[in-house]
């Protein structure tokens, strides 16, 4: 019914605040008169109202309605309910392959194959299969000032290692505590995850449904990260100590006034501020041998095998996937006080949106956007992923790093937690 309410009415910024409080605190929809031209999508991105309540606008064979639903493939499997279209992250688990139908025909009306980054499409194939359409990525930065200098003329990224002496050579010296430091593995489960995704220690579904990881990549890169904790960074209690004394403030803050050398963020987060503003700060993507890894936060869509209103949902998507829109939205999305200047929360999944229309309204993302040979898309998600990760792999990676334990196993820390969730086969 809200979104109905909109229909006929112009987006404006002034409602748009309320709007968003609405619909990750409400259930929207679920009222219109024809139910046949209803469509009803679940997402856990808030930018996806935006894009309903203009895409009703511009036409009126279907109203779209947006539900805020979290952890998706949890909601779709565990409810009677279903949606016509889901829209979110986290999509990509081997489960998309038994709920959600072909959907390759909207990427023959989006302008063919051709028109998306190769390995993010491949990601929502299923065998010979479409199931599921990338919508929007985002890529893992590092912000510095000009006074920690890592490179002396402008690149696309810095490697890892390129960051991590760097950061050792901004460290001052002094009591534990004091000073400043150029950076410590210790401080952030963010850069945790970047540094595994860049060794590409990809965790994932076994064929007996047990979870496998890359065991020399995880081993590699906990040994990366030990040795700057305790070769560079003088041990764990420097930077425990220096965390409890200055980390109570934005860390672009701390890297702005000298204290810190390096923030990891990532690309919206950081165009997407007031940072982007400050000419002193400058931004690099993360990247280790020249292969920037995509984190598993990016978007994508699908329609559920039983779907009341498919036809409407591919409708919208083929809206949404449309560079007319697409390049609509960036406009829209440029003069706005809120969200990020690309599309869904990220980069979009069509290559010439970014290498274009993004360029032409973002001037200082020129010579910002990575060639699509340079990245690399993450591994299909085990079930139960994000939550696995956040609440049982990076953790015991951060306790391996204090430790200056490389070789062990998050075999038991994962069974573990398995074990404590009511039905492991069925979150996600």
Not at 105 to 114: E, H, I, K, L, T
Not at 239 to 250: C, G, I, M, V
Not at 295 to 308: F, Q
């Amino acid at each position: 019914m809200l979104l109905k309410r909109f229909r006929k009415n112009r987006r404006t910024d002034r409602f748009r605040p309320f709007v968003l409080a609405v619909l990750f605190t409400t259930i929207l929809g679920g009222c219109a008169d024809d139910p046949i031209s209803s469509v009803r999508i679940w997402t856990d991105m808030p930018g996806i109202l935006d894009y309903a309540i203009l895409f009703n606008q511009q036409q009126d064979t279907y109203t779209v309605e947006v539900e805020s639903r979290r952890h998706l493939l949890s909601a779709l499997q565990d409810s009677d309910a279903t949606p016509d279209l889901v829209i979110g992250r986290h999509l990509n688990q081997a489960a998309a392959e038994d709920l959600f139908g072909e959907i390759g025909s909207v990427v023959a009306a989006s302008g063919g194959p051709q028109q998306f980054y190769p390995g993010f499409l491949a990601m929502g194939r299923f065998g010979n299969v479409q199931r599921l359409l990338p919508v929007s990525f985002d890529l893992p930065a590092v912000v510095f000032t000009d006074a920690i200098a890592p490179d002396p003329g402008f690149r696309l990224y810095l490697e890892l290692d390129e960051i991590r002496d760097a950061a050792a050579a901004f460290n001052e010296p002094g009591a534990a505590g004091t000073g400043r430091m150029g950076y410590s593995p210790l401080w952030d489960d963010a850069f945790t995850q970047v540094l595994s995704d860049a060794y590409r220690v990809a965790f994932r579904q076994g064929p007996g449904g047990g979870i496998l990881w890359s065991s020399e990549p995880l081993r590699n890169a906990l040994s990366f990260a030990g040795e700057w904790v305790f070769e560079l960074n003088e041990g764990t209690e420097r930077s425990d100590d220096f965390r409890r004394r200055y980390l109570t403030r934005p860390r672009v803050d701390l890297v702005n006034d000298g204290r810190i050398g390096f923030a990891f963020t990532t690309g919206q987060d950081f165009f997407g501020s007031s940072n982007a503003e400050r000419p002193n700060l400058s931004l690099r993507w993360v990247a280790r041998d020249g292969v920037i890894a995509v984190p598993d936060s990016l978007v994508m869509a699908g329609v559920p095998e039983r779907a009341r209103n498919s036809a409407g949902a591919r409708a919208f998507m083929r809206w949404l996937l449309n560079g007319e829109t697409q390049r609509e939205l960036l406009e829209s999305a440029a003069v706005s006080d809120y969200g990020s200047p690309g599309i869904a929360g990220g980069f979009s999944s069509i290559v010439r949106i970014n290498e274009r229309d993004l360029l032409e309204l973002h001037p200082g993302l020129l010579g910002r956007i990575p060639p699509a040979s340079m990245l690399r898309w993450p591994a299909r998600f085990p079930q139960m992923w994000p939550r696995m990760r956040d609440e049982a792999v990076i953790p015991w990676m951060q306790e391996q790093i204090r430790l200056g334990e490389y070789t062990g196993s998050p075999e038991n820390r994962i069974q573990t937690w398995l074990r404590q969730q009511e039905r492991p086969s069925r979150r996600n």
